[in-house]
Every structure is written in C-alpha cells, then in structure tokens.
C-alpha cells in the first residue's frame, strides 16, 4: 500500500457511529414536554427519583438532538452565557468529553478540573466550601469522584444543579440513560407507552451489580422499564458463587420488586445463543485504584450471537471485548458512545431550565 492510500479515511463498514436513524424513535414516543419540567433545577445523583415517563420524554428530546444537531448550535445555542463546571477527579475520556462537548454544542462554556490537588480541597477545605464557591462560578457541575459520599456532600450546600458522573462503585446514572437511549433506538417499539410481550428482550449483564456503577446503575434504570425486559441474566465469574457477593443487602429485592427477572449464570458461552443484548463491562473504580472483574470472559466474533443481538459496553475496553467485534452489526458500542453526547444535550438543556427555549425550535 502506498503512503497516499494509506493516509486516506478507511471505513469500519457498518454505521457504527449513527447505528439507526433516532428519528424511529420520535415516533414511538408520544411528545409530553410536561415530564420533562421534572428535571427542572434537578440533582441527577441516581436514576432512582426519576419517572419512567420524565425519562422517555428525555430520549425524545436527545432522538431531536441527534436527528438535527447543527439546528440546535447554530440557530438556537440555549446554553449560550451559561457556564458548566467540569470536576472530573478519577481519569474519563468519553465521559468528560461528552459532557464538554454536549455544553459547548449547546453554546455555552466550560471550566474543567481534572486534578483534585490543584484545588482547595488538597488544603484541607471542605465539599460545602467548595460547592458555595461552585455557586458563584457556574451554571451546572458534573462531578466525578472515586469517593462515593463526595457528590452527596456537595448537593446540601449546591443552589445550582449538579450530575454525579460516577462516584467509586456507587452510581453512573447518565451512563445508564446512555444505555437505555440506545437500547430505544435500536429497537423504538420498546419505547413504547405498551410493549408487545414477544417483542421483550433478553439481556445478559457481564459483570458485577455490587462493585461496578455502570450495572448497578443499568438495573436501576431497567427497573424503571420491566415491560421491555423479559428477563436479565447476570453473567459473572465462578469465584462470586452466590447473590450475597454480587448484590448489596436489599439490593437484589428491591429490583425483584420492581418487576424484573434476573437470573445467575457462570457461562457466557452457553448464554449467547439466546441474548438480545449483551452488556459487558470489567472494571470497578475503588478509592484511587481499580478492579479488574471477570477476566475468563471474552467476546470476539466467532461467538454464537443472535443475528440482530447487540453488544454494549460502557468503554474503556479491554480484553473482555476484542476489537475484532468492531467490523460486526454487534457492535453498537460505539454509537452508544456518540449517543451519550445528545443524551446530555437534552439532559443538560432540562436542568438548567432552557428546555422551553427548545421546545419553541423544535
């Protein structure tokens, strides 16, 4: 091959990064722009306080992002003059920079902290003081820090909404709106305000409810939805036997409770044939370190997928998800990744109260 030809833009081959047209999903979900005045002003710490119906009216309004993205940042910029603050003090690329990217696509600015000893806080100053000061500097946080009571901390104290962008092993609730978003747009029926019993997916989760905030998080929001789920396998590594090493006390009940189905399994080989979905993660932010979990566990592309079956995973990736599977209709991956910056469009335009500004665009 020759230097010029090799330079030149390759494709992948499937749109990987479009995946579907969002616009599928418009029409199965029947505009209320009533619910989305729920996240008015919101902390967004967990999924756990949002209605099911506030969170379908949210994809709507990231399906219109996605659909026309230039109208909204050339004509309409509803966040111009407002100012994010970008506390990031755990490393992330896709989510600081979605973030980042969402605001600015939005019209407004940004100020990033990526390093927690650059600020008062390496002095000794407390989370309150620091909110307070937060108060005076900006419009909206996104925090993400690897000590878990930290964003709780900050909320008492915050007149300006903040976004828990993952904190140690807790919660990632945008993460989790992320996934759903792409789960609707890969299938809209399942947006649906009623979901045909048959058309119900089977998803198998690889990884850990009680030590990994994307799939605790993911539950949380598939609780909000049991009608679309016909059941949910938790694939994970021998060495957790049993619910009590990988579900908090209460935690497997209260989503039992819920309505979903959730079932355990050792085996993701035998599990593949008949899954929807597959969500496979490996890694645990804990304190200043990580875990790696399920390490046996690889999908490559010689497995024995559904045709239609779609492989989700939070990124970054290691050897749990080859990249062999990049060339594959399985992957959807990576549209996952560029959904979630529309899907913090939307969320972001709601929490600081333009979504009216919106609406008159729309």
Not at 35 to 43: G, T
Not at 236 to 264: M, V
């Given at each position: 091959m020759?230097?010029?030809?090799?330079l030149?833009f390759?494709p992948?081959?499937?749109?990987?990064y479009?995946?579907?047209?969002?616009q599928?999903l418009?029409?199965?979900?029947?505009?209320?722009?009533?619910?989305?005045?729920?996240?008015?002003?919101?902390?967004?710490?967990s999924?756990?306080?949002?209605?099911?119906?506030?969170?379908?009216?949210?994809?709507?309004?990231?399906?219109?992002f996605?659909?026309?993205?230039?109208?909204?940042?050339?004509?309409?910029?509803?966040?111009?003059?407002?100012?994010?603050i970008?506390?990031f003090?755990?490393?992330?690329?896709?989510?600081?920079?979605?973030?980042?990217?969402?605001?600015h696509r939005?019209g407004?600015?940004?100020?990033?902290?990526t390093?927690?000893?650059?600020?008062?806080?390496?002095?000794?100053?407390?989370?309150?003081?620091?909110?307070h000061m937060?108060?005076n500097?900006?419009?909206?946080?996104v925090?993400?820090?690897?000590?878990?009571?930290?964003?709780?901390?900050?909320?008492?104290?915050?007149r300006i909404?903040?976004?828990?962008a993952?904190?140690?092993?807790?919660?990632h609730?945008?993460?989790?709106?992320?996934?759903?978003?792409?789960?609707?747009?890969?299938?809209?029926?399942?947006?649906?305000?009623?979901?045909?019993?048959?058309?119900?997916v089977?998803?198998?989760?690889?990884?850990i409810?009680?030590?990994?905030r994307t799939?605790?998080?993911?539950?949380?929001i598939?609780?909000?939805?049991?009608?679309?789920?016909?059941?949910?396998?938790?694939?994970?590594?021998?060495?957790?036997?049993?619910?009590?090493d990988?579900?908090?006390?209460?935690?497997?009940e209260?989503?039992?409770a819920?309505?979903l189905?959730?079932?355990?399994?050792?085996?993701?080989h035998s599990?593949?044939?008949?899954?929807?979905v597959i969500?496979?993660?490996?890694?645990?932010?804990?304190?200043?370190?990580?875990e790696?979990?399920?390490?046996?566990?690889?999908?490559?592309?010689?497995?024995?997928?559904?045709?239609?079956?779609i492989?989700?995973?939070?990124l970054?990736?290691?050897?749990e998800?080859s990249?062999?599977?990049?060339?594959?209709?399985?992957?959807?991956?990576?549209?996952?990744?560029?959904?979630?910056v529309?899907?913090r469009?939307a969320?972001?335009?709601?929490?600081?109260?333009?979504?009216?500004?919106?609406?008159?665009?729309?």
């Amino acid at each position: 091959m020759d230097t010029e030809t090799s330079l030149r833009f390759q494709p992948l081959g499937p749109d990987i990064y479009g995946a579907t047209q969002p616009q599928a999903l418009l029409s199965s979900i029947q505009e209320d722009g009533e619910a989305l005045h729920d996240l008015r002003d919101q902390h967004v710490v967990s999924i756990r306080p949002f209605r099911a119906e506030t969170l379908r009216q949210l994809f709507r309004l990231a399906a219109k992002f996605e659909s026309n993205p230039n109208r909204y940042i050339t004509h309409n910029a509803p966040l111009k003059g407002k100012i994010l603050i970008n506390a990031f003090y755990e490393p992330s690329t896709r989510t600081r920079l979605s973030f980042d990217s969402a605001w600015h696509r939005l019209g407004g600015d940004s100020i990033n902290i990526t390093d927690r000893s650059t600020t008062g806080i390496a002095k000794g100053e407390s989370l309150a003081d620091v909110a307070h000061m937060f108060n005076n500097y900006g419009d909206c946080v996104v925090l993400r820090d690897n000590h878990a009571e930290a964003v709780y901390e900050m909320t008492e104290a915050l007149r300006i909404p903040i976004i828990n962008a993952g904190n140690g092993i807790d919660q990632h609730p945008t993460q989790a709106m992320a996934d759903l978003f792409t789960l609707f747009k890969w299938r809209p029926e399942l947006a649906a305000a009623e979901v045909d019993p048959e058309r119900r997916v089977k998803i198998g989760i690889v990884g850990i409810p009680n030590r990994m905030r994307t799939v605790r998080s993911l539950l949380h929001i598939l609780a909000k939805f049991p009608e679309i789920v016909e059941e949910v396998i938790i694939i994970h590594d021998p060495s957790t036997n049993n619910s009590d090493d990988l579900f908090d006390e209460g935690q497997l009940e209260e989503l039992q409770a819920a309505g979903l189905k959730l079932r355990l399994s050792t085996n993701l080989h035998s599990e593949i044939p008949s899954l929807d979905v597959i969500y496979i993660n490996a890694i645990a932010w804990v304190g200043d370190g990580y875990e790696v979990h399920g390490s046996s566990f690889r999908l490559t592309r010689d497995l024995p997928y559904k045709p239609d079956a779609i492989v989700l995973h939070p990124l970054a990736r290691g050897p749990e998800l080859s990249s062999c599977m990049d060339d594959t209709p399985h992957n959807w991956y990576f549209s996952q990744a560029r959904g979630a910056v529309f899907l913090r469009m939307a969320l972001l335009t709601c929490l600081v109260d333009r979504t009216d500004r919106v609406m008159d665009v729309i």
